[in-house]
């Protein structure tokens, strides 16, 4: 199959062919939903090497329960609700580890998310900085709907809640953000996730497939 007829096929489609033995298939998956998975896993996790560790987990466990998909929702619904939970869990499990560690020493660490390519790195790092200063119940929104240009509807699914909480948390997101910003704003480069990046993801997990190391 060309490129071009498996850009024509839905990702039900593609998802009942990679079930059907053509596991190549879930690189196109991938590919495709990699810069989502990554701006919604730092949306919570606000660590690089730690977002694209939790989104490998994230694909692997989809990979797995493929074969369970039912299409209740759409796959692209269906595999950022696994990678919420995945990156909810690493948050809770590094929260305790944190917590653990502070109890003995005292850690003063900065972690910053180098982002190349942009004309404009400092209007980029005061972007960041203040979308990662929200509250995650209105940055995961924010990030969701204005950055990842999700729908309402799946956003409400994603996150299950209702379609007025959806509203008011990313009414309230765009308020606080007006408060620490005073120029415009460029949301399509926020965390963002080029193509060397995407190739270590897809490679990382494909290669697990085809090994079976799952």
Not at 72 to 93: M, V
Not at 150 to 161: C, D, G, I, R
Not at 186 to 198: A, D, M, T, W
Request: with cysteine; charged share 25%.
């Amino acid at each position: 199959m060309d490129n071009s007829t498996i850009k024509d096929l839905s990702d039900e489609q593609i998802v009942a062919r990679i079930v059907g033995g053509e596991q190549q298939l879930y690189e196109n998956l991938m590919r495709k939903y990699n810069s989502r998975m990554y701006r919604i896993s730092m949306s919570i996790i606000n660590d690089n090497a730690e977002a694209e560790d939790i989104m490998q987990i994230a694909y692997i466990n989809a990979y797995r329960q493929l074969a369970n998909y039912r299409q209740q929702s759409s796959f692209g619904t269906w595999l950022t609700r696994i990678l919420i939970n995945e990156s909810l869990l690493h948050k809770k499990r590094k929260t305790k580890k944190d917590k653990a560690l502070m109890e003995t020493t005292f850690i003063d660490e900065h972690h910053e998310t180098p982002l190349n390519g942009l004309m404009n790195k400092e209007l980029k790092s005061i972007l960041e900085q203040a979308v990662a200063s929200l509250p995650e119940k209105y940055r995961l929104v924010f990030m969701m709907r204005e950055v990842q240009g999700m729908s309402t509807n799946e956003t409400m699914e994603v996150l299950a809640l209702g379609e007025s909480n959806v509203k008011i948390r990313l009414t309230r997101a765009k308020e606080m953000l007006r408060a620490e910003l005073s120029k415009a704003w460029k949301p399509e480069q926020i965390y963002e996730f080029n193509l060397v990046r995407c190739d270590v993801i897809v490679n990382y997990v494909m290669n697990k497939i085809n090994q079976g190391l799952f």
